[in-house]
């Protein structure tokens, strides 16, 4: 077996592949160089550097591994390995105790205000009572996102003798409590917290999780970190905060834009800012090398990978057979993530008909992506599915059935939070997912994407003008509209398609109207 090693990675992880197979490390190739080389190996392993495009995934005819050593995989064309059959996988873990550290050091430095008192002080400048800062002892840490990292930070926390609050809410109640974690909904994480830190992965959904208006619930004396991904926290807000004394720090390691000069971040002498250093530790380097090594040893000696990107082969008659109920059970699991409110307590996937007779795992990965895709900086796949539910808790009941009821198949998710229970079930119509169930009304058929907006009603004449007529005047134009109701006049759900967002202000004006119970935005 031949290994090519396109970028410089740490050297224990080239020896560790030079134990089974032949390696050359061949760095800063040109595009058409490696083009040329490719179908000469059986595995590719790259960082950020090298583009592994789709002609250089075609020309490589023997591979059948490639390796990321680190977290993104922006640099590869996915979905040319995963149609030739090549497993990709990365190392999303070997920098979670790097990236903690740096965020307990940023934590440290702006309670301490050790970066300006360093530069006033190199300046000539001896200016002690300038920068009196406040101790971490008994103050609350806030963390967003008790994944790998989030979990990591929170031991370092409590060993600090801080109060931690965590958010999360595909965590089990149970698992963070064994931290010695608070557990607690957004609004009051980022209202209590004198420290706030992100550990969520970027995505439409975290996009600007923390903007103006969070930032005016916080504390004036609060503070906030961001190792985790530019663009989680408005960078103009965050700015516009610190500056007006409406907080009193920030710390940032990640931007919207990379590298990251002009920043306006970088503008304020209150703002700590490092150039991406979260995994930048000798220690990480090592390990990434070393875990992506042991994975593409893994693939190509016939074993599972434990973090693949993509799907690794299935048989094709099953992958056939599945491959239009993915994206549902994805989307019925992003569905009823977004309708349940509360800590997680559990989930059951119901399979009945056709659907049944598989091998469900894969619908199962699917399931975990479409809750935890929002809330996980891992990639969910049926390799490491079980895993990364596992690891926080999150129980997960399977139940089949080949009787069919009203359809060939259906797939229904129900989420248990502190005693309320979300249901939302679907199913497949020429070819396109569909949901055929929310709680108590299955008599639906609406298609899964967009913006949806849910509300539920007194059946009274009147309420779908009211609702349809406010979206219009501000300017929301309307796909599709579709109501169901327990009787003439009784409990009933309105489910409105539409073409644009639906601001909070929007959503707090639908819910004021009359005959309005509630009213949520799910976003497909």
Known sequence: ????????????????????????????????????????????????????????????????????????????????ATRRGITVVNAPTGNTVAAAEHTIALLLALARHIPQAHMALKAGRWERAKYVGVEVRNKVLGIIGLGKIGTEVARRALGLQMRVLGYDPFVSEEHVQKLGVQVADLQTVIREADFLTVHIPLSKETRSLIGARELAAMKPTARVINVARGGIIDEEALYQAVETGQIAGAAVDVFSQEPATDNILLKSERIIVTPHLGASTEEAQVQVAIDVAEQVIDVLQGRPARYAVNLPMVAPETFRALEPYLPLAERLARMAAQLAHGQVSGVTITYRGEVAHYDTALLKAAVIKGLLQAASEENVNLVNAALIARERGLRLTEQKSTEAENYTSLIRITIDRQGERTTVGGTVIRGEPRVVQINEYDQLDIAPVGTLLLCHNTDRPGVIGRVGTLLGERDINIAFMTVARDHPRGRALMIVGVDESISDEVLAQVRALPAIDDAVVVSL
């Open 1 to 80: 077996m031949r290994i090519l090693v396109a970028d410089p990675v740490a050297e224990e992880g080239v020896q560790f592949l030079r134990r089974v197979a032949e390696v050359d490390v061949l760095t800063k190739l040109p595009p058409e160089e490696l083009l040329r080389r490719i179908p000469e190996y059986d595995a590719l392993v790259v960082r950020s550097e090298t583009k592994v495009t789709a002609p250089i995934i075609e020309a490589g005819s023997r591979l059948r591994v490639i390796g990321r050593a680190g977290v993104g995989v922006d640099n590869i064309d996915v979905e040319a």
